[in-house]
């Protein structure tokens, strides 16, 4: 009987959610539409074993805030921010063993900026160390 008395509860959180699937978010000209207005909100979508594949999140139209996607075993493939439609701060990449592959960098208007790293995914070294600006010259 307990059982039957949480799936109203379960509707209700879930009803009362503002995430959207990611499907229904169309990009347009640079801008994200939901349902033919700019998109103000998360999206999430998700492998079809049910585990989740991404979230992230739009102001205005312009992605905005954390956005990390997944592999379908759960472990995190991407982390990364954005502002107002801009690349910034540390981005992470990972292995599909969850380990962490490599980290670029973006200045606050979203230009690659420092040094990115990439690291061996197996035992964690770091193999390689490159000026941002040498690698978009």
Known sequence: MKALSII???LFIYSCSNTVDCRE???IDGVSYYKGKEYDGECESYFFNGNLKSKQFYTKGL????WIFYYSN???????????GRRVGQWNFYAKNGSIWKI???????A???EWETYDTINGDLIELKKAKDIFN
């Open 63 to 66: 992605d905005n805030k954390s």
């Open 104 to 110: 670029n960098f973006y200045d606050s208007l979203g």
């Open 112 to 114: 690659p900026k420092g």
């Open 8 to 10: 109203p509860v379960i």
């Open 74 to 84: 759960k472990n995190k493939k991407t982390e990364a921010f954005f502002k107002n």
């Open 25 to 27: 978010v169309k990009y």
